[in-house]
């Protein structure tokens, strides 16, 4: 009896030395799962910002460590914030609230971010981006330190912690324009990442983390590219474009693009002939247009369905409407100024232009497209397209094309632009005369 009550003392010594470890919490996934339920689905940075903070408030609450206030509840010199330190840190819970705290942050700073894309001039929302990227590095490094010094923190929790904290701090010294570090701590997020997606026998785990690793690389290019460690321009962009192409997230790299494309122009003058004048582009976002409308047919080169182009096209002419609303801002101001407005209603009317031929290719992309529909008949398939060919002809090619102002001044471009005129009527023709209306539309 002695010796079995020495070994049971022994094993329940063993047990207390030996602390029995937290689940292992998978930080990026809970992130991801966080951002697409609560706003960033549709980029609404404020819901997912006010989501971080009812959540910070309900796990201070459940965990019995909510924040101090001396008797005056809301009062600043009252208030006293409760650190999660190393001897707190007692609960896997509590790494949400260092992860909350940073990801708060940061929804802040890209609420600035996007508001800054109308205007780039507001230096209080620059600020304010910096600021809260700065804090959210704080955040990010001190729940880093936390989950490493833990004992209670299995080795996968420690890897995602650390290169959560990297992505942060990459992202952060990206918007300072601190290339060289911004550079090294993206190396250092994906490396972990990539490793994380090799040891991982989960495949939903590992399909994230490797997503991941293809989010940072246009980034990390991008870095690589402005600390003059890269390529030209034209060949980055080409390879962001293909990467855009492989399925990784289409609204961050078409971002970088548009950054990518700034970077290019800022410091070169864009020229532009229309109605017979030569007209210097001084606006910095109708030169990113402009720009893209030239980098177009490599991009198009690149896609290997009509949908593709489809998108792309969606995607400039967009960018098109946005620029030809600033410009109509623009004019409107200059007009209360009693300035000459003739060089911005040259530029206008040259990004009207480019909008309209975009839109007529876009319109010949979903004829081609709708050659892929296995749902409807090829006499179907045929009759659409001369009816959408229609369309394409009387609404942009006659009415208004070549009516633009300044447009007769380029004769070669009303020649061209008649014989399509001539060749889409011919063609009209000719079809109805051939091929009778289809059964499919008789119904109706």
Known sequence: MVIADVMMAETEKENAEEPLLFPTIHILQLVKDARQRHGLRHADYNRYRSYCRSKLKHVRRALKFTNIHKCVRRHKAKFMKRWVIDETFTDEKFVQLGLFEAERRWAKAMSDKMAMEDNPDKLRKRHSLRMNLKRAVFHATSLETLVRNNTKCDAPTKLEAQAYAAWLRGICCFELRKWHEAAEALKAARIVYDRLAEATQNTTLANLYKAKCREIQPQLRLCEFSSAESSPVEMLMNELIAIRMQGTDSDTVDRLIAEMRSKATSDSVVVIEWGGFKSTIEDNKTRQVIQGWKQVDTELNQCHTPKEKIALYEKQLTDTRDALDRMSDLIRRKAAENSDLSVLQSVKTYLEFLKMTGTSAKYLAMIENIKYIDTIEW?????????????????????????LTGASANGDLIKAFRFKIEFYKTFRYVFYDLFPTPSYFSTF
């Not at 006499?379 to 009415?399: A, G, R, T």
């Open 379 to 403: 006499d179907v398939v045929l009759y659409l397209s001369v009816s959408w060919l229609v369309v394409i002809i009387l609404n942009f090619l006659i009415f208004q094309i070549i009516e």
